[in-house]
């Protein structure tokens, strides 16, 4: 039984650049939630994905933007790149139904602005 | 707003000790708790929750952790510490009233277990 897997593991842009990450939830889970990690720091909420949709938003500006595919895979895209985007950024699914219950997170995409 | 405080950095503590490690959280109605582990390079792993009922859960490793209301505090706990604990500790929270995900972490409180 496959967990969270999130592609690339490591990404090096240059600031103004555009970025798209990749996450694959575990099997049988059908929301998307994804989280900026920068060093140091707790895991912040960017959103989340259910049916498609973007449902709920964390504080984060428009340069971050999310898409999820019918399969639940989703994506997670940054436009014009900042220094303060280098972190690791996680993925983190579940059952939308089951939302007392805990979230299943990958390895993370580490993104490195230079 | 929601917020969730882990008062220390890092945590110390010899091999067979007892350890804790604290949080807080500010958060309206009573919200969903848990704490997470990390490992260098790798994402979160879910150690224990609490949902309702018992104030004292137990999770997976050996730990468990109090919930007490009146405080607001949710501290994790172990009677007997292993030199592989040493990690990354992450206590968050979840408004259940919202019927989302989304999910306040703290800072994180990094464990060393000393043998």
């Known amino acids: 039984d496959a967990g969270v897997t999130q592609s690339p593991t490591h990404l090096i842009k240059t600031r103004g650049q555009q970025v798209t990450l990749r996450c694959s939830p575990k099997?049988?889970?059908?929301?998307v939630s994804w989280y900026q990690q920068a060093l140091g720091q707790g895991p912040q909420f960017i959103f989340q994905y259910y049916e498609e949709e973007e449902r709920q938003r964390g504080n984060f500006p428009d340069r971050f933007s999310g898409h999820q595919f019918p399969n639940y895979s989703s994506e997670l895209n940054v436009n014009a790149l900042l220094l303060g985007d280098s972190a690791l950024y996680l993925c983190?699914?579940?059952?939308?139904?089951?939302?007392?219950?805990?979230?299943?997170f990958g390895d993370g995409t580490r993104l490195s602005i230079l | 707003a929601q917020s969730v405080a882990q008062p220390e950095d890092q945590v110390n503590v010899a091999e067979g000790n007892p350890l804790t490690v604290k949080c807080t959280y500010s958060?309206?109605?009573?919200?969903?708790l848990f704490w997470y582990v990390q490992y260098p390079n790798r994402g979160l792993q879910f150690l224990l929750k609490y949902i309702t009922g018992d104030n004292l859960v137990k999770g997976s490793y050996g730990f468990e952790a109090e919930f007490n209301k009146s405080q607001t505090s949710f501290h994790l706990k172990k009677p007997s510490a292993l030199v592989s604990d040493s990690a990354l500790y992450f206590c968050?929270?979840?408004?259940?009233?919202?019927?989302?995900?989304?999910?306040?972490f703290g800072a994180g409180t990094r464990l060393f277990v000393k043998a």
């Open positions: 983190a699914s579940s059952l939308q139904q089951l939302n007392n219950q805990p979230q299943h």
């Open positions: 968050a929270v979840r408004d259940r009233n919202t019927g989302g995900f989304k999910t306040i």
């Open positions: 099997s049988g889970h059908d929301t």
């Open positions: 958060v309206s109605g009573n919200p969903y």
